[in-house]
Structure formats: structure tokens, C-alpha cells
């Protein structure tokens, strides 16, 4: 399982940071992403990082502004936003992407996801 | 950044009838990278379908996804009441990921 926290009401300009636990089997071996979706809207990737930690991957409009990154000792995941916008607005989710070899890693165990309002 | 378009937008159906969702993309994402969701409201999505035709873990076999290249479906065999939901289409090769803006699938 995984399990997001750290979503609130920010004012447009400020920072949060979304926590992701995981149990460690899960955690170790799998590709980590957030994925989001504003409200009445579709699914939008925000951001990936590989299962080593060593390589991280962003959309246009969030890069230089959000910062994945994974703490294998505490088997979780950490998404930092700063500089947030009123079109950051969304649902956040965690997931964790297995290998499932020729099928590359899809999302395949997805968290209940944690709300982010940006607005003044 | 590849666009993928769904078809239909929505569509009514009754339980028992079969579905046919599709999915173009705007270039060639291969055969493999290609995933199908289901998403019920206030729930977080659900993996049906990986590398375009192969089912996840626990999905039934009235689910099935083919296709290659830009051009894929979902085909839902004889619905039932728990089948009718959002489906999003999703192409994991190439970044930027992309989502397809969803089918509807209505009672």
C-alpha cells in the first residue's frame, strides 16, 4: 500500500510538501511517481523518480518548482512545491510502479491521494 | 509531447452489451507502453491494462486492450453494473506521460 499525506489550502506563492509512505517491499523495488487531477478534470503527470533515486523526471510547468525525491530509510516518498499557482490546484497521488518487464512499469498501485488547494 | 484522444466521449449502454473504447495517439508510442485505467468518482484509479493487451493482476477477462503503433482499444464483454465508470488511456514510453481526457461509460 501506499499512503499520501501533507495536502492543505495554501495561499498562491507558498510551499508544501506531500509525504508518501510505503512498506518497504513495495518501496524499494519500484519506480515512484505523483500523478494529479484538478477538480472535475483528467489525470496529469506531474513527476517521476527511478527506484535507485538517481534519476528525476518532471512535467514543463512544474520543473524549477517541485522537487521528488525518496528516503529509503523511512520506505517513503517526499513531492516539495514551492512557488504554488492556483492551477496546481488537484488531487495528488502517489504511486508506485512495479517492472513488469516487456510491459515496462505501469501504475499499478496507486495511494487515495491528498487534496492541494492553492487560493488566497 | 504525444496527445492521446479518446473516443467516445461517453457512451450510454445497459448492462450485458459490450463496450469498445478507443484511443489514438498523435505518433507512434510502439506496442508495449500503453495502459488502460478505470476510475469511479471519489476513487483513485485502477490498472486494467498494461503494455496494450496484457490484464493486471485481478481484472477479469471481459476486459481486453489491443493495438499498436497509434491506435488502441478497450473492450469492455458483456458490462456489468461495476463496470460503469472513467476510463482513461495512458502511453508510458515517451516524457512527458500522457493521459487520454477519459470515456465516460454510462448507465
Known amino acids: 500500500q501506499v499512503l499520501e499525506s501533507g495536502g492543505n489550502l495554501v495561499q498562491p506563492g507558498g510551499s508544501l510538501r506531500l509525504s508518501c509512505a510505503a512498506s518497504?517491499?513495495?518501496?524499494?523495488?519500484?519506480?515512484m511517481s505523483w500523478v494529479r487531477q484538478a477538480p472535475g478534470k483528467g489525470l496529469e503527470w506531474v513527476s517521476d523518480i527511478s527506484n535507485t533515486g538517481d534519476k528525476t523526471y518532471y512535467r514543463d510547468s512544474v520543473k524549477g518548482r517541485f522537487t521528488i525525491s525518496r528516503d529509503f530509510s523511512e520506505n517513503t516518498l517526499y513531492l516539495q512545491m514551492n512557488t504554488l499557482r492556483a492551477e496546481d490546484t488537484a488531487v495528488y497521488y502517489c504511486?508506485?510502479?512495479?517492472?513488469?518487464?516487456?510491459?515496462?512499469?505501469?501504475?499499478?498501485?496507486w495511494g487515495r491521494g491528498t487534496l492541494v488547494t492553492v487560493s488566497s | 509531447e504525444v496527445v492521446l484522444t479518446q473516443s467516445p466521449g461517453s457512451m450510454s449502454l445497459s448492462p450485458g452489451e459490450g463496450a469498445t473504447l478507443s484511443c489514438r495517439a498523435s505518433?507512434?508510442?510502439?506496442?508495449?507502453?500503453v495502459a488502460w485505467y478505470q476510475q469511479k468518482p471519489g476513487q483513485a484509479p485502477r490498472l486494467l491494462i498494461y503494455?496494450?493487451?496484457s490484464r493486471a493482476t485481478g481484472i477479469p477477462d471481459r476486459f481486453s486492450g489491443s493495438g499498436s503503433g497509434t491506435d488502441f482499444t478497450l473492450t469492455i464483454s458483456r458490462l456489468e453494473p461495476e463496470d460503469f465508470a472513467m476510463y482513461y488511456c495512458?502511453?508510458?514510453?515517451?516524457?512527458?506521460?500522457?493521459f487520454g481526457q477519459g470515456t465516460r461509460l454510462e448507465i
Open positions: 518497504g517491499s513495495t518501496f524499494d523495488n519500484c519506480v
Open positions: 503494455g496494450a493487451s
Open positions: 495512458q502511453q508510458y514510453v515517451y516524457s512527458p506521460i500522457t
Open positions: 505518433q507512434s508510442v510502439g506496442g508495449s507502453y
Open positions: 504511486v508506485a510502479r512495479s517492472s513488469y518487464g516487456i510491459g515496462g512499469y505501469p501504475f499499478d498501485l
